[in-house]
C-alpha cells in the first residue's frame, strides 16, 4: 500500500517537473492563435465583419467574441479553415455581414473625380493616389477589393471591377466527365 | 468536349486486368475440381451470380452507370476468391450471404471499387468463420468426388459425416493442442511425407496450380514479384525456424507453403492492389507481416487458417506502411550531390 | 571510349510515328497576309510593346522590350506595317487573349542592320544582355530565358554542358531535322555555350531512333573539331528527351525540382537553341523563326520553318490537312496543348503544329475509379507516386499534394498513358497546381495587404502624436509669451505689449496664414501660366464637374434609400 502510493506521488512528482520544465523552456511568445486566424483571413480590411480590421476580428474570434462566420472576402473557404484551425463546426456565411463576390478592385472614373481625397483617407491599404483637387487613381495591384472607398466619394466616381481572366492568372478546370456518357 | 494531353494511351483496362486475373486461377481450379471434385464450379457459379447481382443493385442504388461498372470484371475476382477459399460443401446461402456482405458491406459501403480499405472477400471469410466455425471447417474428403452427394450437402440439409473431415492444417493444429493426444507433427502427417502428399493429399497440386497462375500474373506485369516474394520466403524462415527449433511441435516450410490458402494468399489475395501496400518496400513489408501473422494464427490460433485474419489485420497498417515507404523522388534521393 | 550512360526510372514507349514528317528537307513557309505576334513568348514578365499602330517595322527590330532582367525581347518577324497593338487569341490552352503586335508584312523582308555580338571580348553580363536582347528563349518548348541559363555556376565552371537534340515526343522531328540539315550551327553554338559556361565537355545526346541525326551531327562535330564535343546516342524512351531525365542518362547526376542544374555542374540547352545563339552572337540576327513540324491528320507532313506570328492555319494548310480534322494541338501527343483554334500564331514555343482527328486521338473510354494497381508509379520518371497524389488533387487537398512533391511532377503523361482506369491524371496535377499557385498569389497580396495596413495604423498614429507634439510645442510657446507679458505688466517695461496685444497679435498672425494657405489652395501652382486653349479646357472641366456634381448630390439621396 505505501509502496503504491510512493510511485504514485514520485510519478506525480516528475511529470510535473517535466510539465513545469516544459512551460518555461517552450514559452511561446505573444498569441500565436491571433497571428494564425489573421493569416488565414483575406486582409482586406474592409470592416465588413464588424471590426474595424482583421487583425481585431482575429482578436475577437480568438477570445470567443465573434463567430468564424463573419467575414465575406474569405468566403465558405476561409469559414472551412477557420472552423479546422479552432475545431468548430463549419457553418455558412451570416447573411448579415454580407455575401461572397467575386474579387473586384475599386476604379476611379478620372472624369468625375473633383480631388476631394476623402477616398485617400478611407482607404486602408493607402492604394489610392492623389492629393487634393489633383485627380485620383487607384493602384489596382494593391487594392483589395474591400469598398471602403465607396461611400465617402460625394460624386460616386469609385465603381468596383471584378478582376477579369487572363493567360497569366487562368486556371485550369476541375476535371470533370460525365460518367453516364456510356453508361448503360 | 475533348481532352487535355496525353491524347493517346496505351490500351490498358482494368476489365483486361480483372479477367486475366481470372484466367490465372484456372490451373488452381483445375486442381481444386481433380482432387474435390465439381462442387467447387457450383460454388464459383454461386457467387459470381450473387456478386453481379449485388453489384448491379448496389451501383444502381448509387447513382453509378451500372453496365459501365459491373462489366469491369473486379466483382467476379471478389466473388472467385470467396468461392475457392471456402470449404466447397458450404450450404448455398453461406456463399450467397458471404459474398452479398463483401459486395455490399465491404465494397459498396466503404465507396465501391478502389475506395476499400479491406479485402472483400476476406472480409466475408473472417466474418462467416466467426458466424459458422462448424461449417466453415468441414472439407470434403480427399477423393470423394460424388458430385450428387456434394450438391446434396450445398443444396440439402443432411450432412454426411463420412465424407467430411478438416484441412490438413486444422487437423494437425486439433491433433497438437488436444490435452490428450500429445503427438508429433510427424506422426500426425505421416513420416515419409512424399510429393503428393506434403500439404495433405491433393493441396499441394492446388497450390502448384496457383503458382503456376501466379506466375503468369508477374510474366503479365499486372502483379510484381515483391508481395508473392516476400509472403514465401517470410512464410518459409518463420516455419523453417520453428521447425528447427522443435520438429516435433511445429511443421515445416514445405507444407507451410503448400498447405491451405498459402499459395492463393501469396499471388491473389496478398497482391489486392486495392486494399494492399502500393510502394515496392511496402509491399514487401505488408506481405512479409501477413506471411508472419498467417504462421501465428496457423501455429498458436483457434481457427484453421490464418491468410483472411492476418490480410485483414495488414489491410490495416497500410497507410502507415505505405506512408512511411514513399520511394525518393527524382533529385531527392540520399547520398547524391548537395 | 564509350560514354557511360545511366537509366531513369519509369518512362513508356510509345508509337513514334516520326517518319512520315522527316521525309522531305524543311520547307519555307510564303509570308502570310498578316502576323499576330503575342508579346508574351517566354518564361518571365510580359514584354513592353514598343512599337505603335501605324509604324513600319523592319525585319528582326525589336517590337517588345524585355521587363526586368527574367524575360526576353521579342522581335517583328519580316518588314512591315503595325497594323495594331491589340489583344488577339494567344496559342494557349485557356481560349484568352493577350497583347499582341499585328503585323502587316510588306513582301520586302528588309532586315534591320544586323552586327555579329563581339562575345569573346565582352564579359558575361554583356553576353547575357545580347541573348536577351536578341530574344534567345529555350525552344525546346519550356521557352525558359536562356540568358538567365548561361552561367558557369558556383564553381566557376560547368561538368557537362547537355546539349538536347533526344527529341523524344512522337511525331515531333524538327530537331532531327535541323541536326540533319543545319548541324554545323548546332555545333558551332554548343562550343560558344560551352565558352560562356565554362564546360569541360559538352555532350549532345539524341535518342538512338534517330541514326540519321547521330551521323550527321558526328560529321558536323568532326568538321568543327572541338575536343570537348561528344554525339551520345542514348536509349529511346519516352520522356528521354526531359531536361532532367537526358542529365540523368548522361551524367548520372538527378538535379532535384527547383535547383539550379548549374549547381550540380550541369547545364542542358536544347539543339535549336544551341543554333539560336549561335546565330544570335555570331550573325546578329535575333530570334524571329523556328523550325515546325506538322504532322498528325494532315496529308504531307514535314519540317518548316516558320516566321513567329504565321497562323497556324496558313502553315497548316501546306500540308493538306485531312477532312476529318477536329483539333489542332501545339507540342506533340503526350504534352501538348490543345489549341482553341487553328487561327492562332506560332510562337517560340511551337515545335510542332499536331493536326488531330477523333481518329488518330480517340476520345478517351470513360474514366474509371482508381484501383491503386501501381502502373503510374511504374511509369513515373520522377519517381513520384502519381496516384496517391490524383487522390490529394482530386479531393482539394493541395498541402498534401505538395508535401508529395506535386511540383516535381514535368506532365509528360507517362501516368496517365498506361492508366488501366483511364484517368487523366495530368489534368488533375495542372488543376491542383494552378490552384496552388493561385493561392500563393493570394496570400502575398494578402501579406502585402496587412503590411501596408499596419504601416498606415503607424503612420496615423505617428501623426497623431506629431500632431499633439505640436500643438502642445505651440500651446506652451503661447503661454510662455502670456507668462512674459505678465511679468512685464506687473513690471512694466517701457515699449513692451501689453498681454492683450500679444494676444490679439497671434490670431491676426494665425488669421493671415490660414488666408495665405486658402490662396495657394485657390490656385494649383500648375494653373499659373496657361495658353488660352488650356484656360478654356480647364474651364469646360470645372463647368462639367460642377454639372455632375450637380446631377450627383441629386441623384444620391435616391442611392441611399
Partial sequence: MLAALLVMAVGALVLGAALGYASVRFKVEGDPLVEKIDAILPQTQCGQCGYPGCKPYAQAVAKGEADINQCPPGGEEGIRKLADLLGREFKPLSAEHGVEKPKSVAVIDENLCIGCTLCIQACPVDAIVGAAKQMHTVVSAQCTGCELCLPPCPVDCIVMQPVGEDVENWKWKYPVFTLHRRAG | ?338 | MLQKLFRFHGGVKPAYHKEPSIREPIGAVPMPGELVIPLHQSIGGPPHPLVKAGERVLKGQPIGAPDGNVSSSVHASTSGRVKAVEMRLAPHSSGLAALSVVLEPDGLDEWIERRPVPWRDLPSSGVRDALRDAGVVGLGGAVFPSHLKVNPGKDGKLDTLVINGAECEPFITCDDAQMRERGERIVRGAAILGDLTRAERILIGIEDNKPEAVAAMERYAAAVGDPRIRIVAVPTRYPAGGAKQLIRVLTGIEVPHGQRSTDYGVQCFNTGTSLAVFEALELGQPLISRIVTVAGNVARPRNYEVPFGTPMRHVIDLCGALPDTDRVIMGGPMMGYLMPADTVPVVKATNCILVGSARLFPPPPPEMPCIRCGECAKACPADLQPFELYWFAKAKIFGKAQEYKLFDCIECGCCAYVCPSRIPLVDYYRFAKSEIWAREREKSAADEARERYEFRLHREEREKQEKAAKLAAKAAATREKLAAAKEGDAAPAPGAPSAEEAKKALIAAALEKAKAQKAAVGTPANTDHLTPDQQAQVAEIEARRAHLKEVAQSVRPKDDE
Wanted: hydrophobic content about 55%.
Fill in chain 2, 1 to 338: 468536349m475533348l481532352n487535355n494531353s496525353p491524347f493517346f494511351r496505351q490500351p490498358a483496362s482494368v476489365r483486361s486486368v480483372m479477367l486475366r486475373t481470372l484466367a490465372a486461377l484456372l490451373p488452381g481450379i483445375a486442381g481444386y475440381v481433380w482432387f474435390f471434385g465439381p462442387a467447387v464450379l457450383v460454388q464459383l457459379a454461386l457467387a459470381s451470380a450473387t456478386a453481379l447481382a449485388a453489384e448491379a443493385l448496389m451501383l444502381r442504388v448509387r447513382g453509378r452507370p451500372v453496365w459501365l461498372f459491373l462489366s469491369d470484371g473486379s466483382v467476379l475476382v471478389t466473388a472467385w476468391l470467396i468461392a475457392l477459399t471456402f470449404p466447397p460443401i458450404v450450404p448455398w446461402w453461406l456463399i450467397v450471404a458471404a459474398t452479398a456482405f463483401a459486395v455490399v458491406v465491404a465494397k459498396h459501403l466503404y465507396g465501391g471499387l478502389g475506395q476499400n480499405p479491406f479485402n472483400p472477400a476476406m472480409v466475408a471469410f473472417c466474418v462467416m468463420i466467426v458466424a459458422y466455425p462448424q461449417l466453415m471447417s468441414q472439407w470434403p474428403a480427399v477423393g470423394f468426388t460424388d458430385f450428387a452427394a456434394q450438391m446434396q450437402m450445398v443444396f440439402g440439409e443432411r450432412r454426411i459425416d463420412a465424407v467430411v473431415m478438416a484441412t490438413p492444417l486444422d487437423f494437425l493444429r486439433t491433433q497438437l493442442h488436444t490435452e490428450e493426444a500429445r503427438e508429433t507433427v510427424s506422426a500426425i502427417l505421416g513420416a515419409g511425407a512424399t510429393f503428393g502428399n506434403i500439404g495433405g493429399k491433393g493441396w499441394e497440386w492446388i497450390a502448384g496450380g496457383y503458382l503456376l497462375g501466379g506466375l503468369w500474373l508477374v510474366q503479365q506485369r499486372i502483379i510484381t514479384w515483391h508481395i508473392p516474394a516476400a509472403f514465401l520466403a517470410t512464410l518459409v524462415v518463420v516455419s523453417g525456424l520453428a521447425q528447427f527449433a522443435d520438429a516435433s511441435r511445429y511443421a515445416g516450410p514445405l507444407f507451410h507453403t503448400l498447405t491451405g490458402g498459402a499459395m492463393l494468399g501469396a499471388f491473389f489475395i496478398a497482391t489486392d492492389p486495392v486494399s494492399g501496400a502500393t510502394t515496392p518496400r511496402g509491399k514487401l513489408i505488408f506481405a512479409a507481416g501477413i506471411a508472419l501473422l498467417t504462421w501465428v494464427i496457423r501455429t498458436f490460433g483457434a481457427y484453421p487458417d490464418g491468410i483472411a485474419f492476418a490480410t485483414l489485420l495488414m489491410n490495416i497498417c497500410v497507410p502507415l506502411i505505405d506512408m512511411w515507404t514513399q520511394p525518393p523522388v527524382f533529385g531527392h534521393k540520399k547520398g547524391g550531390p548537395p
